[in-house]
């Protein structure tokens, strides 16, 4: 609908309008800028009673098979409650290091790997099967280490652990970056009072589940978006209240099926507890 003028007055209104308007425009600065920034999810706790141990370390020969399971045992479900980012730079210099969008993995850091997660990226190599005695241990934990020279985004990760007849889960939600060759631990619990002062960048299992990796044997399994990324199955073990089981920093990787190669931790990370979370297994030597 067009306005039309009628007087001459009002003409003249409107050409002093448009030169305050050519004003205006000429002196507006230009914007440029680049944003900086990391958020976090809030971390999760984790507890539930189930007794049960038994097996003998030493026993430990050769590649281990999966162990079977009563139905009778209880169960868990479960996700990750503590998701967070790395702190990250997002900006348009074109670095050649930056994933792809196109490719479905989210741009990050500088240095960030240019592709998902795949088998073989990640590492399980450290085992705290029994932090306590008795039932109702809920610092247990287990390590693992990116076998990768690029910051990983850990986003949609997925983690399983069958208990009986049910299978306790987790899941990443969110941006979470691993550096190079980092490492991070899957725990019972996120309460440093729990978990005995865990270091380091911590998953929890979804819900309030503790004792999720039993004495007498487990399989471990890591997946992003139903690909398979690692798996360890581990026999019975009894290494001592405290003390967890590493494979050696200094093995080839093609040995850490076989549990003759795995040791008793020797460094100690809090008092009367010993293993290295989050840190290399380098107090154990490879046989």
């Not at 690029?150 to 652990?161: A, F, I």
Request: negative net charge.
């Amino acid at each position: 609908m067009q306005r039309h003028l009628v007087r001459g007055s009002g003409a003249a209104v409107l050409a002093s309008c448009a030169a305050v308007v050519l004003v205006c425009v000429a002196s507006a600065p230009s914007c440029s800028g680049r944003s900086v920034g990391s958020s976090a999810g809030a971390p999760g706790s984790s507890d539930e009673s189930e007794g049960g141990y038994g097996g003998s370390f030493p026993a430990l020969v050769g590649p281990v098979a999966p162990p079977t399971y009563d139905d009778n045992e209880a169960g868990a479900t479960a996700a990750d409650r503590d998701a967070e980012n790395a702190p990250g730079e997002a900006s348009d210099d074109g670095d050649a290091s930056r994933s792809n969008p196109a490719s479905g993995v989210d741009a990050g850091p500088d240095g960030a790997c240019t592709s998902a997660l795949s088998r073989g990226d990640l590492t399980i190599d450290e085992l705290m099967v029994e932090s306590v005695a008795g039932s109702g241990d809920d610092g247990e934990w287990f390590e693992v280490t990116s076998a990768l020279d690029c910051t990983v985004n850990l986003n949609r990760l997925h983690g399983e652990c069958p208990r009986g007849s049910k299978v306790a889960t987790f899941d990443v939600a969110g941006d979470r970056w691993l550096p190079p060759r980092g490492t991070f631990v899957v725990a019972d619990s996120s309460d440093p009072a729990i978990n005995h002062r865990l270091p380091g960048l911590i998953v929890v299992w979804l819900g309030h589940t503790g004792d999720v990796l039993r004495n007498q044997g487990s399989t471990l399994t890591l997946s992003l978006d139903g690909a398979l990324v690692d798996t360890l199955t581990y026999p019975s073990l009894a290494p001592g209240v405290g003390i967890s089981v590493a494979f050696p920093s200094g093995c080839d990787g093609g040995l850490r099926s076989d549990f003759t190669h795995w040791k008793r931790s020797t460094a100690s990370w809090f008092p009367g507890f010993f293993g290295t979370p989050n840190a290399p297994n380098t107090d154990v030597e490879c046989p």
